[in-house]
């Protein structure tokens, strides 16, 4: 166990035939217990002080492993957050594609029936062309016909009538 100050102010000396100086070795124990006492203060702050900083390292050591976790957690997320966006790229670039050929095969069977609609207009209008010039062809043989000039002379003679007064 270590030596206290009281231990030192207590302390009694025997007597001895041409020993010390009584005074002057309780001076010099009273000056020994007073440093003595300091250095007990001064190792009591320390020790405070050592408590204290250990308390705050600590602290800090937590703070420290709590901050590692919130990055590791926040590296794992935005990890996951990258993959579940790569992910929904693709799909979304998928559907796209799909929608993509479903619009040009939708496209491509509308132009095909339309390329047979305008076809099928082009067969009808030459048809319809060749009855017209059928007919066209058909009311000048009419107009051309010999059956107009006598038509002609049946009116040349009912105008001969009527001037002769019949």
Known sequence: ???TPLDI???????????????????????VIKDYEMILREKKEHEEKVKELNDRLSHFTTIEETLN????VA??????????AQKEAKLII?????????????????SRKLQVEIDEL???SKIFRNRFKMLVEAQLELIDNDDWEH???????????????V
Do not use: C, T, W
């Open 9 to 31: 102010h207590n302390k009694e000396f025997n007597k001895a035939f041409r020993g010390y100086d009584e005074d002057e070795v309780n001076e010099f124990l009273d000056q």
């Open 1 to 3: 166990m270590p030596l």
């Open 75 to 84: 590296q794992e997320s935005a990890e996951d957050v990258r993959r579940n």
């Open 69 to 72: 976790k919130s990055i590791l």
């Open 122 to 124: 082009k067969k009808q």
């Open 151 to 165: 038509l002609m002379e049946y009116e040349d003679k009912d105008k001969e009538l009527e001037e002769s007064g």
């Open 94 to 110: 998928k559907e796209a594609e799909k929608n993509a050929d479903r619009i040009i095969n939708e496209s491509l069977l509308k």
